[in-house]
């Protein structure tokens, strides 16, 4: 399979904890995007990357939360003292920039619940 | 009220029936998706649109530029075209996040 991938699928977590998620993108996608959606709504954006670079980060994203792309490969996202807020489905989605076209590969997403 | 708002919020069809979702922004923008979310999460992406129209199969895109708005057309619908329909922003000049829609859950009946 050669589209996106997150791990895990699913994290439950208690409150307080520190829980990571995995992206890994399309290859040779040079761009790399992390959302939030909660039940019912539309996604969010919280941050994307192009190649190792952050470029952007929303003002969803508080300081318990940090995402890396270490070598412009994989990303990984961070929350620290997880709160019960912060349950969602994370979604993670790639592209590589031609021009003005970029079409986002969107990952099946990992659903988070802190209790 | 929000940069991108999708209406109806839900929709009930019997199967064959022709499907209009709209979508209204209020920004400037640089390209319009409009991206399938079936249950489990998974997201697919349908078209990407800056003008005009563009048809793949029984589904048809379209956007008006000057009167901010879009809709996705699904002509003989089918109960595996039942999913929720999200449209999303690309806004100019402001890097390349996208600002999504509510979404609009379609359910089509056998």
């Known amino acids: 399979d050669t589209g996106v991938s997150q791990n895990p699928r699913h994290k439950i977590t208690k409150r307080g904890q520190n829980v990571t998620f995995r992206c890994d993108p399309i290859?040779?996608?040079?761009?790399l995007y992390w959302y939030r959606q909660t039940l019912g709504q539309g996604p969010e954006f919280l941050t994307y990357?192009?190649?190792?670079?952050?470029?952007?980060k929303s003002r969803l994203l508080s300081d318990r939360f940090s995402a890396e792309r270490p070598k412009g490969s994989f990303s990984t996202l961070e929350i620290q003292r997880t709160e019960q807020g912060d349950s969602a489905m994370y979604l993670c989605?790639?592209?590589?920039?031609?021009?003005?076209?970029?079409?986002?590969?969107f990952g099946p997403g990992t659903r988070l619940l802190v209790l | 009220k929000n940069e991108v708002e999708q209406s109806p919020q839900n929709l009930t069809a019997q199967e064959g029936e022709f499907i209009t979702i709209n979508c209204s922004y209020s920004?400037?923008?640089?390209?319009l998706h409009w991206l399938q979310q079936h249950p489990g999460g998974g997201i697919v992406s349908l078209f990407m649109?800056?003008?005009g129209k563009k048809k793949h199969g029984r589904l048809i895109a379209t956007i008006n530029i000057q009167e901010k708005h879009s809709s996705l057309h699904i002509t003989a619908s089918h109960p595996r075209d039942s999913a929720v329909y999200i449209c999303a922003v690309r806004r100019g000049g402001s890097g390349s996040r996208l600002t999504f829609g509510e979404g609009t859950q379609l359910t089509v009946n056998p």
């Open positions: 920004v400037g923008i640089s390209a």
């Open positions: 989605a790639s592209s590589f920039l031609t021009g003005r076209e970029e079409t986002q590969y």
């Open positions: 649109l800056s003008s």
């Open positions: 990357f192009q190649n190792e670079a952050q470029l952007e």
């Open positions: 290859s040779e996608h040079n761009r």
